[in-house]
């Protein structure tokens, strides 16, 4: 209506202006009593006059009402476009005989400033769409979906959706004589990405969250309460010439992307490279993390992109055969963290440098990790008087008076770190897609599906870095109403260990001399009463059971029921393939392994 009223108050402009060049350039008249020609009378303005303005502005009504459906449309499909208004409005065609012309509305591509060629790929229109709100500047999209997933397992777990690839049960365990089904909504995954722009630069939000975590009230019995968790809380800014800065809680850089450098969403719209699995952990063999960091990204245009992060730490640990002579992790604080979970001290932050190249065919990425450990070594705590030979092991301590005490207390630290790399191609019009990653340093074991260990305990109390290696490759096929997918994974730990002359025993991760004569025999729980205690899972008796390398093979598929304006309805089956094995046992010539079929079902709609 506003353009229209333009139109209607233009169109009385020219009209003017009309009267006003007869006034100036009379074409007849007599002269004025002074002397001079008499301005010319205006000609009268006729119904035909009146009918045909009016024509034109309902002409312009109708294309004005056309071009906005077709604006609709293609914001709908997430292919917005500026529409830039050219307006022709008069065409004399002699200095006396003005005429009145239809108006033309014309639809033009945006033309873009010169800097805006270097800044990229962008991803705010990409992660909007049909229920964005425009609100004073700001755009809002609510996204996300719901989903209703069932999964079997042949061995059971004790766990949802999301599966813990290195706890897989050994031979002897109860659990492994039981097979497990669950049926869950916990993987409902609600969305909020909001943008805006302030001068030249673009700001934009992304809140993203599941059910996945567990609090002590949370129950399967009745009423399913579980605890909403964060998965994604950051914001962005883009600057021209291509820089950008993020922080918050993201995918780290580690992550794959599919394009450039840029955050990706939780529903797989945006520069998602993920497995596209039904399970919420994802494949053995895919480096990830989600976790608070900061992170600055420069764009030489679409073909190269660099960035640096600065993400949180943390630590995972085996420390067998060390006993009160370290300080590595504690449990979580009350009412900060998981009280049942172990967290790390950690002396500074994960550092992460990645480049990035999109030549034209493929996408490509190398990237680099730094990580630094540290604990607390009590050197005169692990021995007595008694054992004079251990002062060759613990040099630290100063006498074998100070047996005991900490008297010679002092930190240990240790740098890790890993390269990785990341190829990624499409084939046939992008039907077909085909990728390879690699990821192997030493520390860096958390960044891998499995959850393997980062670091062990020297006998001396001292942190030993643990060499760890992740291998992920993947090949999809994608159609109009299918996704078939499959992957094939592998991360391996390598053994880690020292001898302990104070114990007489090897100590560390993957020792040979560890004792796996029990990984293949079931234990009654209890302690041999009739009442016994309450049964504890998975519970053996000598089976050390340190894992060498996990290795799953997985196919599967997504199906679009419907796919629309109002939304997505698609439905998905897993299988995997899981198998754990463990470092053997060398006394005993053992090699025990863990094994699972695992199948999935997944009914999802997403937001439009």
């Given at each position: 209506m506003k353009r229209t009223k333009h139109l209607f108050l233009t169109a009385l402009s020219l009209a003017a202006l009309s009267a006003g060049v007869w006034a100036e350039n009379p074409a007849s008249g007599t002269p004025a009593a002074n002397g001079t020609a008499p301005a010319p009378t205006a000609p009268p303005v006729t119904a035909a006059d009146v009918q045909a303005l009016k024509d034109a502005l309902a002409a312009q009504q109708k294309q004005i009402e056309r071009l906005t459906q077709q604006l609709q449309q293609m914001q709908a499909v997430n292919q917005p476009k500026n529409d830039a208004v050219g307006l022709t409005n008069v065409n004399q065609t002699s200095q006396d005989t003005p005429t009145l012309q239809p108006a033309v509305l014309t639809l033009q591509e945006p033309q873009q400033p010169a800097e805006a060629a270097t800044q990229g790929p962008r991803i705010n229109k990409d992660m909007e769409g049909p229920l964005t709100i425009h609100f004073k500047g700001i755009n809002i999209t609510p996204g996300g979906f719901v989903a209703a997933e069932f999964l079997r397992r042949s061995r059971a777990l004790g766990a949802d959706i999301v599966t813990p690839f290195n706890n897989l049960t050994m031979p002897g365990a109860s659990q492994s004589s039981l097979p497990e089904f669950f049926a869950t909504a916990r993987q409902t995954r609600p969305t909020v990405y909001i943008s805006s722009r302030e001068g030249r630069v673009d700001f934009s939000g992304y809140i993203s969250g599941d059910f996945l975590s567990s609090g002590v009230t949370s129950t399967a019995t009745q009423t399913n309460g579980y605890t909403f968790r964060i998965r994604q809380a950051w914001g962005q800014a883009k600057f021209p010439g291509g820089w950008s800065f993020l922080g918050g809680q993201a995918w780290s850089l580690v992550t794959e992307n599919k394009a450039g450098i840029e955050p990706s969403d939780d529903t797989g719209r945006t520069n998602d490279a993920?497995?596209?699995?039904?399970?919420?952990?994802?494949?053995?063999?895919?480096?990830?993390?989600?976790?608070?960091?900061?992170?600055?990204?420069?764009?030489?245009?679409?073909?190269?992109?660099?960035?640096?992060?600065?993400?949180?730490?943390?630590?995972?640990?085996?420390?067998?055969?060390?006993?009160?002579?370290?300080?590595?992790?504690?449990?979580?604080?009350?009412?900060?963290?998981?009280?049942?979970?172990?967290?790390?001290?950690?002396?500074?932050?994960?550092?992460?440098?990645?480049?990035?190249?999109?030549?034209?065919?493929?996408?490509?990425?190398?990237?680099?990790?730094?990580?630094?450990?540290?604990?607390?070594?009590?050197?005169?705590?692990?021995?007595?008087?008694?054992?004079?030979?251990?002062?060759?092991?613990?040099?630290?301590?100063?006498?074998?008076?100070?047996?005991?005490?900490?008297?010679?207390?002092?930190?240990?630290?240790?740098?890790?770190?890993?390269?990785?790399?990341?190829?990624?191609?499409?084939?046939?019009?992008?039907?077909?897609?085909?990728?390879?990653?690699?990821?192997?340093?030493?520390?860096?074991?958390?960044?891998g599906a499995s959850q393997l260990s980062d670091v062990s305990i020297n006998a001396d109390g001292t942190v030993r870095l643990i060499k760890s290696l992740q291998g992920l490759a993947t090949l999809e096929w994608h159609s109009k109403k299918f996704d078939v997918y499959s992957y094939v994974g592998s991360e391996y730990a390598g053994r880690t260990y020292s001898y302990d002359p104070v114990q007489n025993v090897l100590v560390g991760y993957g020792a040979p001399t560890f004792n796996d004569s029990g990984c293949y025999t079931e234990v009654a729980p209890g302690t041999g009463t009739l009442t016994g205690t309450t049964p504890v899972p998975g519970s053996l008796s000598k089976c050390s059971s340190q894992t060498r390398d996990i290795t799953e093979g997985t196919i599967g598929f997504w199906y679009r029921l419907h796919n629309g304006a109002r939304g997505r309805y698609q439905w998905g089956m897993q299988y995997s393939y899981v198998n754990r094995a463990t470092w053997a046992d060398e006394v005993h010539g053992l090699e025990p392994h863990g094994l699972d079929n695992m199948v999935f079902t997944s009914f999802r709609y997403y937001l439009p």
């Open positions: 993920r497995p596209a699995t039904i399970d919420g952990g994802y494949n053995v063999g895919f480096t990830f993390a989600r976790q608070a960091g900061v992170r600055l990204t420069k764009s030489f245009g679409d073909k190269v992109a660099i960035a640096f992060a600065v993400e949180n730490a943390q630590a995972t640990v085996t420390t067998s055969g060390n006993t009160n002579d370290y300080v590595l992790v504690q449990a979580g604080a009350s009412n900060t963290y998981n009280t049942t979970s172990t967290y790390g001290f950690n002396p500074s932050p994960d550092l992460i440098a990645k480049i990035a190249f999109d030549p034209g065919f493929g996408h490509y990425e190398i990237f680099g990790l730094s990580d630094r450990f540290q604990d607390r070594v009590f050197p005169c705590e692990d021995y007595s008087g008694t054992l004079p030979a251990a002062t060759a092991v613990l040099p630290a301590c100063p006498s074998l008076a100070n047996a005991g005490t900490t008297t010679a207390d002092y930190n240990s630290s240790k740098s890790g770190g890993g390269f990785g790399v990341n190829a990624r191609w499409a084939f046939d019009n992008k039907h077909i897609v085909f990728g390879l990653h690699g990821f192997g340093g030493s520390g860096v074991g958390r960044y």
